[in-house]
């Protein structure tokens, strides 16, 4: 979840009501209050509710909330006679692009701060470490339109963010902090994504880093918006978020001529929902005329939908009307206008939530269940308790790698076949999170990879599911890096974990590609291969970039005594 700093007397300012009143009621929103400072608070927000990763944000729900101001907020959007034109070379790297004229904006340094705030926050939640989609922001009368987004040369030269001295795109991913935290995103390329003026001016060399030209300060009147990525509804939100949260502070917003097409587009999602159903859901006895005033307090457009209204309305849907069909024709159903800052909204169910928040958590009465049951811990969690106390004991630090990997890690980094029960995801969101993990070890080798450059010896372990075809298990793996570690730390740490398992175990040379032949060994329990250990080979070290060796186990739990003897999940 991510932490917001919401300057107290800005906050005050847009909200139009007292600190005090704004931290008693902050909570009820939804969030969690970290820190106070005498200047500011640091409030912690769902990463659903990315609307309110910034004080404008923040201040525009809690006038809702408060009372102050209901209802649908309103963004017009003006022509701005400025055109950009993108470059179809762009289609195989970074091809969606948003934009935005937004004028009259007056920033103090705490209005700054929140904007490059919420900048950054948009790129952790929305874009996924700016892969999924990158935000800048630019002083517009700085540089004179039209504009181009095209592919640029790598020896493109301008003076980038923070520096004083021109260097080339290549010597930017080499040298500038952001371009080393980011070059991974574009050194793949033979070309780089770029942003010029009419003049040939760079204004940002996405997703990387903007040019100093355009620099945002708070001499800043007029601001050009530029969002490029890979998603196109992720790059149409964060515009829509960083549009209307300047719109807040009182700027106007001012669509941009894309090859043709008008950007952004404010203008509402509509829903017809059920009363019905939100009483079902929440448990609150409500007409449509108070699930609208609720729905008002939390800024969307609402109101209640007579039968007749409901019937034109579905008429105008099946006649092609851009517009959400009701469920049912009851009397009890209500028009809701969703502002378009709000990326959380995909069901009704999303919808009720609001409801309930504005009613209020603190009013709806407590109730026990009808059903009482007794509950116990689970056998597998019993064992799994039992092997994190024995490997906590040797010295070895837990830690919790993804169930989604990749066949490149699992299998490829690791020397060893792929699995013919391996268990491919069917829409990855990426190669990275593309099957689901057959074992634990290759995930702990990603992460010593990630903390090569940390202090050693490193002694991490985990344990948890693993699938294999459609059957659930469970497993533990656990890696050594340092100096000294070799096939004999792996063969006493496996002892000993066997031994305190209440294992009798049988060890037998193993022919694990992953393990270094002569120092590898296979674990037996009753004739059946239940685990493999030794020292890691060389070759898997290389691919994961490790330059020390490691010394690695993993045990099948189901060996150990007590674990339930239905196989798979139960």
């Known amino acids: 979840m991510a932490i917001i700093s919401l300057n107290y007397a800005y906050l005050e300012r847009l909200t139009g009501t007292d600190r005090k009143t704004i931290l008693e009621r902050l909570p009820m929103i939804g969030s969690d209050i970290e820190r106070t400072f005498d200047d500011h608070v640091d409030v912690e927000f769902f990463p659903d509710r990315v609307d309110l990763y910034s004080t404008e944000g923040v201040a525009r729900a809690m006038r809702g909330f408060l009372g102050i101001e209901e209802g649908l907020p309103a963004y017009p959007v003006a022509p701005s006679g400025i055109s950009f034109s993108v470059d179809p070379a762009l289609r195989s790297i970074r091809p969606y692009f948003g934009t935005a004229v937004i004028r009259n904006v007056c920033l103090d ?106 620099k945002v300060t708070t001499e800043t009147r007029n601001i050009l918006l530029d969002c490029t990525g890979t998603d196109p509804k992720s790059v149409r939100m964060a515009a829509h978020i960083i549009c209307t949260a300047l719109a807040e502070a009182g700027a106007t917003i001012e669509s941009v001529d894309v090859d043709g097409t008008p950007y952004p587009d404010l203008s509402p999602a509509e829903r017809i929902v059920s009363v019905d159903a939100c009483r079902r859901l929440i448990g609150i006895d409500i007409d449509a005329g108070e699930m609208a005033a609720l729905l008002r307090k939390m800024r969307f457009g609402a109101e209640p939908i007579s ?66 049951t007794t509950g116990k811990e689970h056998p597998i969690a019993v064992v799994e308790r039992e092997v994190r106390s024995i490997l906590a004991g040797l010295g070895y630090l837990e830690v919790m790698p993804f169930t989604l990997t990749s066949e490149r890690v699992l299998y490829g980094q690791m020397r060893r076949e792929v699995s013919p029960d391996l268990l491919r995801v069917s829409k990855p969101i990426s190669e990275d999170q593309s099957v689901v993990r057959t074992d634990i070890l290759p995930l702990l080798m990603e992460i010593l990879e990630i903390n090569c450059h940390r202090e050693l010896p490193q002694r991490l372990f985990a344990t948890g599911d693993i699938i294999r075809g459609v059957t659930t298990m469970q497993s533990v793996a656990a890696v050594s890096i340092h100096p000294g570690a070799d096939f004999s730390e792996a063969y006493a740490t496996m002892d000993a974990l066997c031994r305190e398992c209440g294992l009798s175990p049988e060890f037998v040379e193993s022919a694990d590609p992953a393990f270094l032949e002569g120092r590898r060994g296979d674990v037996l329990v009753d004739g ?34 007590g674990y339930p003897v239905r196989p798979g999940t139960p």
């Open 307 to 372: 039968r007749g209204k409901l019937q034109v309305l579905a008429e105008c849907y099946r006649a092609g009307a851009q517009r959400q069909p009701p469920e049912s024709l009851s009397d009890e159903q209500v028009r809701v206008l969703v502002p378009p800052y709000r990326a959380d909204i995909m069901h009704d169910w999303d919808i009720f939530e609001d409801v309930a928040v504005a009613y209020g958590f603190d009013n709806i009465a407590a109730a026990l269940p009808q059903t009482f």
């Open 109 to 214: 340094e705490a209005g700054i701060e929140s904007l490059m705030g919420l900048q950054e926050s948009l790129h952790w939640a929305i874009g996924r470490g700016r892969k999924k989609v990158a935000i800048g922001v630019h002083d517009l009368d700085k540089v004179r339109p039209p504009f181009r987004y095209l592919a640029s040369p790598r020896d493109r030269r301008f003076v980038p963010l923070d520096f004083e001295d021109e260097l080339s795109m290549e010597e930017i991913l080499e040298q500038h902090p952001k371009g080393r935290d980011y070059a991974h995103l574009v050194d793949a390329f033979d070309r780089f994504p770029l942003i010029v003026d009419a003049d040939e001016n760079v204004l940002s060399f996405p997703p990387i880093i903007n040019g100093e030209l355009t």
């Open 528 to 561: 059946k291969k239940v685990g493999v250990f030794g020292e890691v080979h060389p070759e898997v070290l290389v691919a994961f970039s490790l330059e020390h060796p490691v010394a690695a186990l993993e045990l099948d739990l189901r060996a150990v005594p």
